[in-house]
């Protein structure tokens, strides 16, 4: 009872900061910055201290606004900002955080790369540093979404509705074809590093994942793991394919790579089935995650080694390896892995030539014939 009361008292207080941070905005309304007055009192609103999600509403007015008024986009950045760092309460710090996600969700291309360059330039931040000391659930919870949310503005809704990363120039590689290493060594990395920040998101406790915003910014966050995790997948379909083509220290950067990737297919699995059980959306559509198991990474960095020291310009037989590497390789509930080893385990055989081979002394001596073992 005397919770329920504290928490009725919050909302009230907050509902009479909302009033009075809009009461100020709009004595400040003149005529030749209203579209801006405007735009601050649509943030103010969409986050207020009331516990139902952000209205369509004020999605819909905040990017109108934006639309008809040039150059806003940086304001609306700064006034965003501003209500994520002086808030102290948690309810409206994960709305100001939602509303970041559903601009970059919701708006024109043009719209997102300006939202991103305001981003670069410092107007649009996303700190949480009020919860920073805060060992708590729901802390915990809003510092992994902001973290996310910045690797997120990195990103880009293409033409067909998909993530893609933003990508700036690099390192050219010249003996290669362009498409399959700039999938390797440019965004396979930028893949890893979002699910990174995915897996941060994963809910450690019921409490904020009983919330109903906290859902839905759960909901939005594993919709884009499941497009990114499927571009991770060709990506890594891609580097097995090339593995053997590539330099030597561009193999250890691919068993890197895989390494990481191991990693995280395993921890992705538990993540997914742990939102299957708490999440209330039961028709997100999820991917079946083929877990990596380090064995195979090792055992492929065991050839690409033996390629490195053998004299031969024959690479060892490993189609097994290539074709099975990176598949499915343990059941459902079966944590044994020592059994995955020996498809990728490179297998040498030792001949006895029958070929005698005589051997003569510079003083003309004839020596006794020896055998030679050809391995």
């Not at 691919?254 to 990481?260: E, G, N, P, Y």
């Not at 997100?284 to 064995?295: A, S």
Request: proline share 4%; net charge neutral; hydrophobic share 40%.
């Amino acid at each position: 009872m005397g919770v329920h009361i504290q928490n009725k008292i919050r909302l009230a207080l907050g509902s009479v900061k909302d009033h009075a941070s809009i009461g100020k905005a709009m004595i400040y309304n003149h005529h030749d910055r209203k579209a801006f007055s405007d735009i601050e009192i649509a943030v103010l609103r969409a986050t207020g201290h009331d516990n139902g999600p952000i209205g369509d509403k004020y999605m819909h007015e905040i990017l109108f606004l934006v639309s008809n008024s040039p150059g806003s986009i940086p304001f609306l950045a700064e006034r965003i900002s501003r209500r994520l760092c002086k808030t102290r309460h948690r309810l409206v710090a994960l709305k100001t955080l939602s509303l970041i996600h559903r601009l970059l969700r919701g708006g024109n291309r043009c719209f997102e790369q300006q939202l991103r360059s305001a981003h670069v330039s410092g107007h649009l931040q996303m700190s949480t540093n009020s919860f920073r000391k805060c060992s708590d659930p729901w802390s915990s919870f809003l510092r992994s979404y902001a973290a996310y949310l910045e690797e997120r503005v990195g990103w880009a809704i293409n033409q067909a509705g998909k993530l893609e990363p933003v990508m700036f120039n690099g390192l050219e590689f010249g003996c290669y074809e362009e498409k399959s290493v700039d999938m390797v060594f440019r965004k396979l990395p930028k893949c890893q590093a979002f699910i990174d920040r995915v897996l941060d998101c994963s809910p450690r406790d019921i409490v904020p994942v009983a919330d109903s915003l906290a859902q839905a910014a759960l909901v939005n966050t594993l919709k884009e793991s499941f497009q990114v995790y499927i571009m991770l997948c060709d990506g890594i379909e891609i580097l097995i394919n090339m593995f053997f083509d590539l330099t030597r220290p561009a193999r250890a950067l691919a068993c890197d790579i895989l390494k990481r990737a191991s990693r995280q297919s395993k921890e992705l699995h538990d993540l997914y089935e742990t939102c299957k059980r708490v999440m209330e959306n039961k028709n997100l559509e999820y991917p079946n995650v083929q877990i990596i198991t380090m064995d195979h990474v090792l055992a492929l960095e065991q050839c690409s080694s033996f390629m490195s020291t053998s004299t031969s310009t024959t690479p060892p037989p490993l189609s097994d390896c290539l074709t099975t590497l990176g598949k499915e390789s343990k059941k459902e509930g079966n944590g044994d892995n020592g059994s995955s080893s020996s498809q990728f385990s490179c297998t040498m055989e030792t001949k006895i030539s029958k070929v005698w081979v005589v051997f003569e002394e510079d003083d003309g001596e004839l020596q006794v014939p020896m055998a030679m073992d050809i391995v």
